[in-house]
Structures are given as C-alpha cells and as structure tokens.
Nanobody, 125 residues
Framework: QLQFVESGGGLVRPGGSLRLSCAAS????????IGWFRQAPGKEREGVSC????????TYVDSVKGRFTISRDNAKNTVYLQMDSLRPEDTGVYYC??????????????????WGQGTQVTVSS
C-alpha cells in the first residue's frame, strides 16, 4: 500500500528557506508522477509543483516560479520541494500526492487518491 510522509515544514521568516521531503513507502516511486499541493486557512487546496516519474519534466504554479524547485531521488523513494525566498502567502499545509503528469494537465490527481498527513509551513515575521 503506497503511503506518503511529508516533513520539513516549520516556522520561517519572510525571505527564508525550507526544504520539504515526501517519503514514500509501500511501492517504488519509479512508477509515479508526484505533486506538491498546499492549503491555506480558508482557501482551497492548490497544486504548487509537479514532477514526472523520471524527473525530466516539472511544472510550477506562477506564484512560486523562480523561488521553488521540485526534485526527486527515486533511489531514496523521496520527492523534495526546495522553497527559497519564502513569503507569508506561502503559508499553509503542504501535501504530496500521486498525479498523472501530462502536457495538458501536469498536476491532475491520480486515482485512487493517496495523500500524506501534510506538513505545516508558516512564513511570518
């Protein structure tokens, strides 16, 4: 049974950095495209960044382009999200999930849906 555990969140000042990790168990990540999603209080969950199974293709929501970098190490069964130049608007609970990466819709949630418990990111002075 594929499971995800997100980690690396915390409290950081504006302009700071965090590196999130999404560790998978129960199945090899070689099979899966993976996405990072976030949900801020009172707002809907949004796709932040997604990466193809081999790591060759990535996409980012406009608000994080140039600041966030998604990567993966399939040998370690882990997907990362390096977040630099953090802003208060980046605050939220960050989740990883399986997606189906296509040119038309690179962050489409895969079925059946598999989510981790999420990790809290708070950007505040």
């Amino acid at each position: 049974q594929l499971q995800f555990v997100e980690s690396g969140g915390g409290l950081v000042r504006p302009g700071g950095s965090l590196r999130l990790s999404c560790a998978a168990s129960g199945s090899s990540l070689n099979y899966y495209d993976i996405g990072w999603f976030r949900q801020a209080p009172g707002k809907e969950r949004e796709g932040v960044s997604c990466i193809s199974s081999g790591g060759g293709d990535t996409t980012y929501v406009d608000s994080v382009k140039g600041r966030f970098t998604i990567s993966r190490d399939n040998a370690k069964n882990t997907v990362y999200l390096q977040m630099d130049s953090l802003r208060p608007e980046d605050t939220g609970v960050y989740y990883c999930a399986r997606v189906v990466y296509t040119i038309e819709d690179p962050c489409a949630i895969a079925a059946p849906r598999v989510w981790g418990q999420g990790t809290q990111v708070t950007v505040s002075s």
